[in-house]
């Protein structure tokens, strides 16, 4: 029999109420004989208020020992910004190597889209993790006076480019259409854009079934509006990544469905799943939030620890559910619930 050893991160506002019904989805979904050993972290804004702590050595030392990690949201507007993002989900994301940053956008059945028409959107961004502008490699002289200059380095290695675009050459590979996309801006970030587009193209001739293309970033927000169904699996740089999967997320459902995982393929260290919006405080604790996004995340960690036909059953309920579901307002939990129940018949 197996064992899913996964250690639980609600996190702030809504990520507590998230997650515990992406968890009820997962017990459910799970065959009899796989044991689910869960323990909680209680990161975030309350104990960085308490401690001034986000995340230790000890803390990354004890989450290392997990199959995987299920995040909800970290984040107040009691704690300044840049806090726990920088010391908490960066340093989280950097020590566990998560170099690739999967966010899928299906827009499902039932679901609104401001686009025109019903567009066929089915892609999945592969989004880079660990490097770009994201390092904090920079800094500021002369500061506050009217002279003062600020750099904000972007750093992108041979190395850590191969690895996110040979893994999203394998995904592309893998998907029927066989589409992969390289998004940067090699017309002004020529130093960056030209490591990417040679690497893009050495690694394309590995892979001669993979139709491939490029576009520069401003050109694929476009396309994500007008077009989306051109797209297929997109690869990009962290900072270009970030934006366009904010724009996927709102052109497919909005954030209330978009699920994400930060990977790290080798394994060396436990992956991390994540519904893609933030802990929203606004409406907290008041069972409002939708745990689709969350439940849809558990369906990758499934699929990543090698569950594919639980995750497949997780996707397939919620497109049920979605369908079903119409306009009609539910609560956090009548969500969850109802997503276990369809995992569990
Ligand atoms: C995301 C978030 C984070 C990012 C922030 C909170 C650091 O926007 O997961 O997309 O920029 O990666
Ligand atoms: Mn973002």
Same mark, same amino acid.
């Given at each position: ?54 995340? #230790? ?25 840049? &806090? ?70 972007? &750093? ?7 690895? &996110? ?46 139709? #491939? ?117 539910? #609560? ?14």
């Amino acid at each position: 029999s197996h064992s899913i050893n996964l250690a639980v991160i609600p996190g702030d506002g809504i990520g507590q109420e998230v997650v515990a019904e992406g968890l009820k989805v997962l017990s459910a979904v799970l065959p009899q004989d796989v044991k689910l050993e869960t323990e909680e972290y209680d990161f975030g804004a309350k104990r960085y208020h308490a401690t001034g702590e986000t995340l #230790t050595d000890a803390d990354l030392a004890s989450l290392k020992k997990h199959d995987a990690i299920l995040l909800g949201a970290i984040g107040d507007p009691s704690v300044p910004s840049g &806090v726990l993002e920088r010391g908490f989900l960066l340093k989280l994301r950097f020590a566990f190597d998560h170099h690739v940053n999967l966010r899928p956008s299906k827009l499902l059945p039932g679901v609104a889209t401001p686009l025109a028409g019903q567009p066929e959107i089915d892609f999945v961004v592969v989004r880079e993790g660990t490097e770009g502008p994201y390092t904090g490699n920079g800094g500021t002289i002369r500061k506050g006076t009217p002279h003062e200059v600020a750099t904000e380095v972007s &750093v992108n290695t041979a190395f850590g480019v191969e690895r &996110v675009v040979r893994d999203a050459f394998a995904r592309a590979q893998a998907r029927p259409r066989k589409k992969l996309t390289l998004v940067h801006k090699n017309n002004v970030l020529t130093f960056a854009g030209h490591l990417w587009t040679d690497i893009f193209t050495k690694v394309a001739a590995e892979f001669p079934e993979v139709s #491939t293309d490029y576009l520069h970033v401003d050109a694929a927000t476009i396309f994500l509006v007008t077009d989306p169904a051109r797209f297929d699996v997109i690869v990009t740089d962290n900072l270009f990544g970030d934006i366009i999967t904010d724009l996927a997320a709102a052109v497919s459902g909005g954030i209330g469905v978009a699920a994400s995982g930060n990977i790290n393929p080798s394994g060396e260290f436990p992956s991390m799943f994540e519904p893609v919006h933030g802990s929203a405080p606004d409406i907290a604790g008041q069972g409002k939030a939708d745990p689709t996004a969350t439940v849809l995340s558990v369906a990758l960690l499934l699929r990543h620890l090698g569950y594919e036909t639980e995750a497949v059953r997780v996707e397939e309920a919620v497109s049920a559910d979605l369908t079903e579901r119409g306009s009609a307002v539910r #609560t956090t939990a009548e969500v969850g619930d109802a997503l276990a129940a369809r995992v569990a018949s």
